[in-house]
């Protein structure tokens, strides 16, 4: 999360100001969202856990809906990040897949209150869409588990997806579970799937 509300200073620049109040209400909107649910959060109770005035708010996003997408859009764009960087560790698939789903896992076990807001809310904010690209996105990470094996027959997208699928099923019932759950403690399982 960033640091305390910037306030716009002389030697600050505005650029570097206005993004950190952006992070700032996109941190929030997860927070308040996972607390609350997406229906119950407000623009008011995000600016307040942001520590910005609610026109600070409307000068980053038109919506709550709006600074949730950009949140799961920074959140997914880190999850992927993270996994390929990890995928690219290991000589072999079968390495690089658990190397991947380790980083994941411990990228989801740190950023829980972001993974709880979109897995749990998103689709009620009307990223259902976006969620089922990114499950699509981490399927990529299983095509060449096939060729690895010698096989040339590849199975078809849908078997790709419903694993991909599966694994982010595990995931949104470690999100529904709260703090009672660890996302690393999956670890196995996800890589089994």
Same mark, same amino acid.
């Given at each position: 999360a960033?640091?305390p %509300?910037? =306030?716009?200073?002389? =030697? %600050?620049?505005?650029?570097?100001?206005?993004?950190?109040?952006? /992070?700032?209400? #996109?941190?929030?909107t997860?927070?308040?969202?996972?607390?609350?649910?997406?229906?119950? !959060?407000?623009?008011?109770?995000?600016?307040?856990?942001?520590? /910005?005035?609610?026109?600070?708010?409307?000068?980053?996003?038109?919506?709550?809906?709006?600074?949730?997408?950009? !949140?799961?859009? &920074?959140?997914?764009g880190?999850?992927?990040?993270? $996994?390929?960087g990890?995928?690219?560790?290991?000589?072999? @698939?079968?390495?690089?897949? @658990?190397?991947?789903?380790?980083? /994941?896992?411990?990228?989801?076990?740190?950023?829980?209150?972001?993974?709880? !807001?979109?897995l /749990?809310?998103?689709?009620?904010a009307? #990223? $259902? !869409? *976006? +969620?089922?690209?990114?499950?699509?996105?981490?399927? &990529?990470? +299983?095509?060449?588990g096939?060729?690895?094996?010698g096989? *040339?027959?590849?199975?078809?997208?849908l %078997?790709?997806? +419903?694993? $991909?699928?599966?694994?982010?099923?595990?995931?949104?019932?470690?999100?529904? $579970?709260?703090?009672?759950?660890?996302?690393?403690?999956? &670890?196995?399982?996800?890589?089994?799937?």
């Amino acid at each position: 999360a960033p640091g305390p %509300a910037a =306030r716009r200073c002389a =030697r %600050a620049p505005q650029e570097q100001t206005s993004e950190q109040q952006r /992070l700032r209400i #996109m941190f929030a909107t997860a927070e308040v969202v996972s607390r609350a649910g997406f229906q119950a !959060a407000t623009v008011t109770a995000i600016t307040r856990e942001a520590g /910005l005035d609610p026109r600070c708010f409307y000068r980053h996003f038109p919506d709550k809906s709006d600074a949730l997408r950009h !949140a799961g859009d &920074l959140l997914f764009g880190h999850l992927v990040a993270v $996994a390929a960087g990890a995928f690219v560790i290991g000589e072999t @698939w079968p390495e690089r897949a @658990w190397e991947a789903a380790r980083a /994941l896992a411990q990228c989801a076990q740190q950023n829980r209150t972001f993974v709880a !807001a979109l897995l /749990l809310e998103g689709p009620a904010a009307g #990223m $259902a !869409a *976006r +969620l089922q690209e990114v499950t699509d996105a981490f399927a &990529l990470f +299983l095509q060449e588990g096939y060729r690895s094996r010698g096989s *040339r027959a590849t199975p078809p997208d849908l %078997a790709l997806e +419903l694993i $991909a699928t599966s694994v982010f099923e595990l995931g949104y019932s470690v999100a529904r $579970a709260g703090e009672s759950r660890e996302v690393p403690g999956l &670890l196995a399982h996800v890589v089994f799937i």
